[in-house]
């Protein structure tokens, strides 16, 4: 597998050199791994945090800037950050207003940022937590880790960020964002696998002729192994699990079509136009669209379907100003 | 033989898991690509090559030996496993802070100890398919045994790890990244299990040695 690397075991740090080279709006702490807003946070104002393992970007580094993140704590490839990269990012954004954890629902995340709320409550920083648990695939969740974080996550980092940054208080943070998470629903469709780069070889064997269906963003394999469809067939197979999963009529939506890291624009847009009209005859109206590279598997070939009712205030607040190297309007 | 275990007993057997790991590093990733996420190798790896270099000069204590061992995983592994070994080791160390002799009876009620803090963290309960599989059994082994010293106990530990381990093949994971795969998880090992079996067989091996 060619990749563009120096040493498997650097990819992370010498990312992070690049990302800080890229961006002077965001700050990178090297050591803690940790990417931050130049700029202090504002006196008053909740801080949010997120983090996870690398992998995914833009998600979460990418989203650090006005109207999203105040900081992003990066794991190692596919490995959530340690609670200390966790208690460094939200001790180096509190203003003393509290600061909000946005955490992917996966044993690792959730373990790192448990301890790493437990240590900052215990340095006086208030703390409150997130947890987004998206993924239709994951049917039998009582029995499981439960469903995975996936899609849902960058647009509660959007909206809730926008809402942290109008100068809501915690508690209303908060609250929106468990709004926002239990108001979303994924599903995920992989045509290759992805390398991890110290592994060096794909995660899992694909032939040609199969696809994935419902993948998460690790590169684990997903619920079923079937052929390779058509995109149509494909559209069905992503749309028909979120609208049953709702099992109420939806409404007004926000929707992200995000590419997995393999998979072109023109076949992400060429699958969006597939999807959109199988939503609209579900009862889904579609208020807002992404697409693109947002929630990304490495090199993984594919796409995951986002869908997040949507009331008027997220609307507002969808649509209020970003500047983050991932994300940036209405600035 | 002798009946007690001593520091540098302990700090040889987290030396033995270092190398342990070091070894079986690709066959655990490989273990993980099945039914994870790839990485499980290279994470315990990675915060057990950090763990060596802090044991020279040797802890004081078995108490700050297992302190400094649980903080350095659990700020060098990442994923689950950092803080799930790391936990273990954080709880095995007050056990132990009586400072007296350490006989298999007080070892036995560190590795319980430690093993309840897993079962804390992590919530999984013996047949989710997790290194509680590998974990539990063992620690049961070891009490059975403990009358016939260390050495004899922790290999009853890790025979019994070895056979919790290999039962958690046939099993549908029902927690951690495996269980997203359902059904699909069953028929294989797993790698935590697998690990965890390792952490045993480097007890055993050790105090073996030091008879």
């Not at chain 1, 373990?111 to 437990?118: D, G, H, I, V």
Request: aromatic share 4%.
């Amino acid at each position: 597998m060619k990749k563009f690397v120096n040493d498997p075991a650097d990819v992370l740090a010498e990312a992070l050199r690049g990302i800080r080279a890229a961006h002077p709006n965001v700050r990178v702490d090297a050591e803690n791994r940790v990417i931050l807003r130049a700029e202090p946070t504002r006196a008053g104002k909740v801080a949010l945090v997120s983090g996870g393992g690398s992998g995914h970007e833009p998600l979460h580094g990418g989203f650090v800037g006005l109207g999203m993140l105040d900081a992003a704590a990066a794991g190692e490839v596919f490995t959530s950050p340690t609670p200390d990269q966790v208690l460094a990012a939200t001790q180096a954004v509190d203003s003393g207003a509290g600061v909000l954890h946005i955490v992917k629902n996966y044993t690792g995340d959730v373990l790192n940022f448990e301890m790493a709320a437990e240590l900052a409550e215990a340095s006086g920083v208030q703390v409150e937590s997130v947890v987004v648990a998206d993924d239709v695939a994951v049917t039998d969740s009582t029995w499981t880790a439960g469903r995975r974080g996936t899609g849902t996550t960058v647009i509660l980092e959007k909206v809730v960020g926008a809402l942290a940054e109008e100068g809501a208080d915690l508690a209303s943070v908060a609250d929106l964002a468990r709004r926002v998470s239990s108001a979303g629903r994924s599903m995920g469709v992989a045509l290759t696998s992805c390398t991890v780069p110290a592994a060096g070889r794909p995660t899992f064997e694909l032939p040609d002729d199969e696809m994935e269906v419902g993948v998460g963003i690790h590169g684990e394999p997903g619920r079923s192994r079937v052929k390779l469809a058509s995109a149509r067939e494909i559209a069905k197979l992503m749309v028909d699990p979120i609208v049953h999963d709702f099992g109420e009529p939806v409404g007004p939506a926000i929707v992200l079509l995000s590419g997995l890291g393999g998979t072109p624009l023109i076949e992400q847009y060429l699958l969006y136009g597939e999807v959109a009209p199988l939503l609209a005859a579900a009862g889904v109206d579609i208020q807002r669209v992404l697409i693109g590279d947002y929630i990304t598997s490495l090199d993984m070939a594919g796409a995951s379907l986002t869908v997040v009712k949507a009331d008027e205030e997220m609307l507002r607040l969808w649509d209020a100003p970003v500047v983050t190297p991932g994300l940036r309007w209405g600035a | 033989m002798s009946g007690s275990v001593s520091t540098d007993d302990l700090v040889a057997w987290i030396r033995a898991f270092h190398e342990a790991v070091q070894q079986q590093k690709d066959e655990l990733t490989r273990l993980d690509s099945e039914i994870g996420d790839a990485d499980h190798g290279s994470n315990m790896a990675r915060g057990l090559d950090a763990v060596v270099a802090k044991l020279d000069p040797v802890p004081a204590s078995p108490a700050d030996l297992f302190k400094t061992v649980g903080m350095t995983l659990v700020s060098t592994v990442g994923g689950a496993s950092g803080p799930l070994y790391g936990t273990f080791f954080l709880r095995m160390g007050p056990a132990l802070a009586a400072g007296g002799q350490i006989d298999a009876d007080a070892l036995g009620a560190a590795l319980r100890a430690g093993v309840d803090g897993v079962v804390a963290r992590g919530k999984a309960e013996l047949g989710d398919k997790t290194m509680i599989d590998a974990l539990s059994p063992a620690v049961d082994a070891w009490d059975t045994a403990a009358h016939e010293g260390p050495a004899t106990a922790a290999r009853a530990a890790a025979e019994a790890a070895a056979r919790g381990r290999d039962a958690t093949e046939p099993l549908v994971a029902r927690k951690g990244r495996a269980s997203y795969l359902g059904e699909r998880s069953a028929g294989h090992l797993d790698p935590g299990a697998t690990s965890a079996t390792l952490l045993l067989q480097a007890l055993s091996d050790t105090l073996a040695a030091a008879e």
